[in-house]
């Protein structure tokens, strides 16, 4: 069974540059496998920052980019400020219809 | 805009069997594919299934598998989930989510509460 990989915690400066990854217990992440991320703050639905490893969503500031480093998604956020504090989840397609998620990194801005 | 919106959600017995609904608007519901994504109690999120827009083909997680059901109706823009042999580790908020390009989770609902306890 094949685990998708998070940073369970991060930290960040404000007007700091962080990035969150996300990988798998055994192989590489491409673009094939259409990588989104999420944010998600306490008791919030999550929201859609990132889709298609580097598509922002509608509405997402241009703080928020994504990319394939080495064999892994990433997601940097450039500039960071006190509300991008926030549990970050990523989500790949790993084919046949199957969806996993990571296990989520937990960004703190301080 | 788009909008989701979940019901059905309550406490029920393990073994017991719940229907929960996700009803659609803001969007051509019938043209895009639509998941089930659950969040246990403190703990990340979890994809659970998806359908794909005309109901072809339905995917499951394994610890759904054989006991969940996705279904929808686009007469209604309403997607179902059927909840069987619910366990306690069941136990979630469950949200509804539309496709984007790629197939991933986009649009969200605000989610509803599934208590599997005795």
Not at chain 1, 41 to 63: F, K, M
Request: net charge neutral.
């Amino acid at each position: 069974q094949t685990v998708v990989t998070q940073e369970p915690s991060f930290s960040v400066s404000p007007g700091g540059t962080v990035t969150l990854t996300c990988g798998l217990s055994s192989g590489s992440v491409s673009t094939s496998y259409y990588p989104s991320w999420y944010q998600q703050t306490p008791g919030q639905a999550p929201r859609t920052l990132i889709y298609s490893t580097n598509t922002r969503s509608s509405g997402v500031p241009d703080r928020f980019s994504g990319s394939i480093l080495g064999n892994k998604a990433a997601l940097t956020i450039t500039g960071a400020q006190a509300d991008d504090e926030s549990d970050y989840y990523c989500v790949l397609y790993m084919g046949s219809g199957i969806r996993v998620f990571g296990g989520g990194t937990k960004l703190t801005v301080l | 805009q788009v909008q989701l919106v979940e019901s059905g959600g309550g406490v029920v017995q393990p073994g017991g069997s719940l229907r929960l609904s996700c009803a659609a608007s803001g969007f051509t519901f019938s043209s895009y594919g639509m998941h089930w994504v659950r969040q246990a109690p403190g703990k990340g999120l979890e994809w659970v299934a998806f359908i794909r827009y005309d109901g072809s083909n339905k995917y499951y997680a394994d610890s759904v598998k054989g006991r969940f059901t996705i279904s929808r109706d686009n007469s209604k823009n309403t997607l179902y989930l059927q909840m069987n042999s619910l366990r306690a580790e069941d136990t979630a908020v469950y949200y509804c989510a539309k496709e984007i390009h790629g197939g991933n989770p986009d649009d969200w609902g605000q989610g509803t509460l599934v208590t599997v306890s005795s």
